[in-house]
């Protein structure tokens, strides 16, 4: 029998050759297929260039390219990546941070298929029985209807009378939201006004616009006199008519009340997904209530009172997972028989991942918007853990995000099994206890974009700590405690609190230092702290996306930009509209925006850099104008070319001063952005790097209350060094922060820890501790305080 290798087996590697991909310089390597990789290196270092912008992209855009062009049309567009050779790529899944989409009707249920075995489950077994699983679901309507069917038969067409119905779940009075609105009418329109002149106060309803002259001309009521004078009849037509077909200027239109119109366009959406002028507006005019039908269950009094051991599908989906999980296995063993068995397994086994993946905590009614980024990537998790799939290359972007010291060794479990089944893992990873599990590590850096994109180091972590590289010199650093606490200068009193999980906590969170809450993941503490401090007196800076367009970028978003279009603008005689790419100055062709979108019917829609501008964004006569002297002259698009490094230079130096530009672009470099360019747009920065972003438009506030949700998101343990001088300088300035964190490097610096558990959800939402560092390790009675003991004995 031969013993020769088979060809197939030879292709082991995934090979790289020659990626350019942003600031990549020119990498190749080779990457073990059916091991763990962890990618290492300072934020900006190129590693989700690399992982994401062009391994798992390019895997993607050949597997879309398999597909159908009417099918690749409703698909995402993706580019070539930059590189030379790319081979022995298999289908790759990227589980990200990405938050889940801000869909109302979105649960924890419905995402993850929980809720579909739930509903099954409840039409077989459920007494009484009313219907099949859409009588269970909030987002499925009760319709009938009634009326005439055309029927061939032979040579006759016969019309016979004909019925139709269908049972859902969805409560009629909320529309299955689990809340209704009530719309305070003083703040829609002014009633003293007419039609003609405009009386609408809502985002949209300008004077003259289109909006107003549906109103004005429907002829339901005069358009010449005040809102006030109208008559019931005319008010009702006004306020809440149907849907009706009207005749405006010869043109065919849809005449609708106005609540009913606002509720469509404004009030059913959610409300984190709105502008923030349409949120202000929602949040004046409009008191959300819990639907006093279904009780803010969402569904039906049929589904409401339809039973399994007398328990609802509505208290079902409102227990923590780990409770509901112990219910169904009570349920597997009264049920065996082959009807409900593979369904009740396969909830079961569904609801063990949750708890295994250390989401036990949430409950299936949790909507799914207002999950974490962590939470948002564990909950994706969860689909993969059974999967039946092999050879495939999961690719994970800091998987320990929100995870507790405690939880990680789960989380590399759920890692090592992915790969033990024969995929290939790739995990872009800061934290030491999960680049000790990889099998194969690539350090990139020395240090942030232009200055990194170079591979550092590539082989084992026993290499790496022998490596002189940035992680190699700091993987096995620890940060020691405070010799030293700050005093408080008072304190801010939290007392009763019982959002969610809390238990009546009480608790004084001292002022003019810095205090750490921590505990394990679904604790209490983001609700503790987002959900008892005044918010008029807080600046939360979390990781949240910030609102914008493509064409928005960390220079407009933190005002940056102003002072300088009025620099140049001084410099050069001329108007500072001429340096926006949104205003005056604005390529004609591609308005500003660098590309031009094409649209190709059922194809993807191609966009491909301004020929006129060359990718620039701005008119060719504007480009003439410049800033500073001799050779160090340059144009407005050369600026947002910049990165914040050699911006800050550029503004600093001799001729083209512009000290409030420096000042901001300092802040920026302060909390470790430095890399960044200032034009590029906000939908490319990580979590990590918009709240690092929002946090230093804040740096020049005078005192106040900071509030830092995890800060250290994406940060090389380097970089830690420098965020906890940051917070230092933040302190000394005069503010108090509080920091949500896991990190042990800073719980180590804090003044003040407070500590929740003991466990998650039900079993947390407690206050285990209060004190210094110090004390917390002395005491080393929480799961926290014992992996800080161990954090700075090592």
């Given at each position: 029998?031969s013993t020769?290798?088979?060809?197939?087996?030879?292709h082991?590697?995934?090979?790289?050759?020659?990626?350019?991909?942003n600031?990549?310089?020119?990498l190749?390597?080779?990457?073990?297929?059916?091991?763990l990789?962890?990618?290492?290196g300072?934020?900006?270092?190129?590693?989700?260039?690399?992982?994401?912008?062009?391994?798992?992209?390019?895997?993607q855009?050949?597997?879309n390219?398999?597909?159908?062009?009417?099918?690749?049309?409703?698909m995402?567009?993706?580019?070539?990546?930059?590189?030379?050779?790319?081979?022995?790529?298999t289908?790759?899944?990227?589980v990200?941070q990405?938050r889940?989409?801000?869909?109302?009707?979105?649960?924890?249920g419905?995402?993850?298929d929980?809720?579909a075995?739930l509903?099954?489950l409840?039409?077989k077994?459920?007494?009484?029985h009313?219907?099949?699983?859409?009588?269970?679901s909030?987002?499925?309507?009760?319709v009938?209807a009634?009326?005439?069917?055309t029927?061939?038969?032979?040579?006759?067409?016969?019309?016979?009378?004909?019925?139709?119905?269908?049972?859902?779940?969805?409560c009629p009075?909320?529309?299955?939201?689990?809340t209704?609105?009530?719309?305070?009418?003083?703040?829609?329109?002014?009633e003293?006004?007419?039609?003609?002149?405009?009386?609408?106060?809502?985002?949209g309803?300008?004077?003259?616009?289109?909006y107003?002259?549906?109103?004005?001309?429907?002829g339901?009521?005069?358009?010449?006199?005040?809102?006030?004078?109208?008559?019931k009849?005319q008010?009702?037509d006004?306020?809440?008519?149907?849907?009706?077909?009207?005749?405006i200027?010869?043109m065919?239109?849809t005449y609708?009340?106005?609540?009913?119109?606002?509720?469509?366009s404004?009030l059913?959406?959610d409300?984190?997904?709105?502008?923030?002028?349409?949120?202000a507006?929602?949040?004046?005019?409009?008191?959300?209530?819990?639907?006093?039908?279904?009780?803010?269950t969402?569904?039906?009094?049929?589904?409401?009172?339809?039973?399994?051991?007398?328990?609802?599908?509505?208290?079902?989906t409102?227990?923590?997972?780990?409770?509901?999980?112990?219910?169904?296995e009570r349920?597997r063993?009264?049920?065996?028989?082959?009807s409900?068995?593979?369904?009740?397994g396969?909830?079961s086994?569904?609801?063990?991942?949750?708890?295994?993946?250390?989401?036990?905590?949430?409950s299936l009614?949790?909507p799914?918007?207002?999950l974490?980024?962590?939470?948002?990537?564990?909950t994706r998790?969860?689909?993969h853990?059974?999967?039946?799939?092999?050879?495939?290359?999961?690719?994970?972007?800091?998987?320990t995000?929100?995870?507790?010291?405690?939880?990680?060794?789960?989380?590399?479990?759920l890692?090592?099994?992915?790969?033990?089944k024969?995929?290939?893992?790739?995990?872009?990873?800061h934290?030491?206890?999960?680049?000790?599990?990889?099998?194969?590590?690539?350090?990139?850096g020395?240090?942030a974009?232009?200055?990194?994109?170079?591979?550092?180091?590539?082989?084992?972590?026993a290499?790496?700590?022998?490596?002189?590289?940035?992680?190699?010199?700091?993987?096995?650093?620890?940060?020691?405690?405070?010799?030293q606490?700050?005093?408080?200068?008072?304190?801010?009193?939290?007392?009763?609190?019982?959002?969610?999980?809390?238990?009546r906590?009480?608790?004084d969170?001292p002022l003019?230092v810095?205090?750490?809450v921590t505990?394990v993941?679904?604790?209490?503490?983001s609700s503790?702290?987002?959900?008892?401090?005044?918010?008029?007196?807080?600046?939360?800076?979390?990781?949240?996306?910030?609102r914008?367009?493509?064409?928005?970028n960390?220079?407009t978003?933190?005002?940056?930009?102003?002072p300088?279009?009025k620099?140049?603008a001084?410099?050069n005689?001329?108007?500072p509209?001429?340096f926006?790419?949104?205003?005056e100055?604005?390529?004609?062709?591609?308005?500003?925006a660098?590309?031009?979108?094409?649209?190709?019917?059922?194809?993807e829609?191609?966009s491909?850099?301004?020929?006129?501008?060359?990718?620039?964004?701005?008119?060719?006569?504007?480009?003439?104008?410049?800033?500073?002297?001799g050779?160090q002259a340059?144009?407005?698009?050369?600026?947002?070319?910049?990165?914040v490094?050699?911006a800050?230079e550029?503004f600093s130096?001799?001729?083209?001063?512009?000290?409030a530009?420096?000042?901001?672009?300092?802040?920026m470099?302060?909390?470790?952005?430095g890399?960044?360019?200032?034009?590029q747009?906000?939908?490319?920065?990580?979590?990590?790097?918009?709240?690092?972003?929002r946090?230093?438009t804040?740096m020049?506030?005078?005192g106040?209350?900071?509030?830092?949700?995890?800060?250290t998101?994406?940060?090389?343990?380097?970089?830690?060094?420098?965020?906890?001088?940051?917070?230092d300088?933040?302190?000394d300035?005069?503010?108090?922060?509080?920091?949500i964190?896991?990190?042990q490097?800073?719980m180590?610096?804090?003044?003040w820890i407070?500590?929740?558990?003991?466990?998650?959800?039900?079993?947390?939402?407690?206050?285990v501790?209060?004190?210094?560092?110090a004390?917390?390790?002395?005491?080393?009675s929480?799961?926290?305080?014992?992996?800080?003991?161990?954090?700075?004995?090592?």
């Open positions: 029998m020769s290798r088979h060809p197939a087996d030879a082991d590697v995934i090979r790289v050759r020659g990626a350019r991909e600031n990549l310089r020119d190749s390597l080779d990457l073990p297929k059916r091991r990789t962890v990618f290492t300072v934020s900006g270092s190129g590693k989700s260039s690399l992982v994401f912008g062009t391994i798992a992209a390019e895997s855009r050949m597997i390219e398999t597909y159908s062009s009417f099918v690749q049309g409703f995402p567009q993706l580019a070539r990546p930059e590189v030379d050779e790319l081979s022995g790529l289908t790759a899944i990227i990200d990405e889940m989409g801000a869909n109302v009707r979105s649960t924890v419905t995402v993850t929980a809720n075995y509903r099954t409840y039409s077994l459920a007494e009484p009313v219907g099949g699983p859409g009588a269970f909030f987002n499925v309507p009760s009938t009634a009326g005439a069917m029927v061939q038969k032979g040579a006759r067409t016969i019309a016979e009378k004909t019925t139709f119905s269908r049972v859902g779940g969805m009075r909320c529309e299955g939201m689990g209704i609105s009530d719309v305070d009418l003083a703040e829609l329109y002014d003293d006004k007419t039609l003609e002149e405009g009386p609408f106060t809502i985002p309803y300008v004077p003259g616009g289109w107003v002259k549906i109103f004005a001309s429907s339901f009521y005069p358009a010449d006199k005040p809102i006030r004078t109208f008559t009849r008010m009702h006004f306020l809440y008519k149907e849907p009706t077909k009207i005749s200027d010869g065919n239109m609708e009340g106005l609540i009913p119109k606002i509720q469509k404004m059913h959406k409300r984190d997904a709105m502008q923030p002028h349409v949120r507006f929602v949040d004046r005019a409009v008191t959300s209530l819990t639907c006093p039908d279904c009780e803010g969402r569904l039906a009094e049929h589904a409401r009172t339809a039973l399994i051991d007398g328990v609802s599908i509505a208290e079902a409102s227990w923590q997972i780990t409770d509901l999980a112990s219910w169904v349920l063993e009264q049920h065996t028989s082959a409900v068995a593979p369904l009740l396969n909830l086994a569904l609801l063990d991942s949750f708890v295994r993946i250390g989401l036990g905590y949430l009614d949790r799914s918007g207002t974490s980024g962590g939470e948002s990537q564990r998790m969860i689909r853990l059974g999967s039946a799939l092999t050879d495939v290359t999961y690719v994970f972007d800091e998987p995000i929100g995870l507790h010291p405690h939880d990680i060794a789960s989380m590399n479990a890692l090592l099994s992915l790969r033990d024969g995929n290939t893992v790739l995990v872009v990873e934290k030491p206890e999960t680049i000790a599990i990889a099998d194969h590590v690539v350090d990139l020395p240090r974009g232009a200055h990194g994109g170079q591979l550092q180091y590539e082989g084992d972590l290499g790496l700590l022998a490596s002189d590289s940035l992680t190699g010199t700091h993987l096995e650093r620890r940060v020691q405690l405070k010799e606490v700050r005093d408080r200068s008072g304190a801010l009193e939290i007392r009763g609190a019982d959002a969610h999980n809390l238990q906590v009480d608790v969170v003019g810095l205090t750490v505990g993941a679904g604790s209490g503490k503790l702290i987002h959900g008892s401090l005044p918010a008029g007196e807080v600046v939360v800076v979390d990781q949240s996306a910030i914008g367009s493509r064409r928005s960390p220079a978003y933190t005002g940056l930009l102003d300088i279009r620099a140049f001084k410099a005689g001329v108007k509209g001429l926006s790419n949104n205003s100055g604005a390529c004609p062709v591609c308005k500003g660098g590309v031009i979108y094409t649209e190709l019917g059922f194809m829609t191609v491909t850099p301004c020929e006129e501008c060359e990718g620039r964004r701005f008119q060719a006569s504007v480009l003439e104008h410049t800033l500073g002297e050779e340059r144009s407005i698009a050369d600026v947002l070319e910049m990165s490094e050699q800050r550029f130096s001799a001729g083209a001063e512009v000290p530009a420096a000042k901001l672009l300092g802040h470099e302060d909390v470790g952005l890399y960044l360019t200032i034009g747009p906000l939908t490319t920065l990580s979590g990590g790097e918009r709240q690092r972003l946090l230093a804040h020049g506030d005078k106040g209350i900071v509030v830092l949700d995890e800060p998101t994406g940060l090389h343990l380097a970089d830690v060094d420098q965020l906890l001088a940051l917070l300088r933040l302190v300035s005069g503010k108090t922060l509080i920091v964190e896991h990190h490097a800073v180590a610096h804090a003044d407070i500590d929740l558990g003991p466990g998650a959800g039900a079993d947390g939402g407690r206050v501790f209060e004190g210094t560092p004390q917390l390790v002395e005491d080393a929480t799961l926290t305080g014992k992996h800080l003991r161990e954090y700075v004995g090592g």
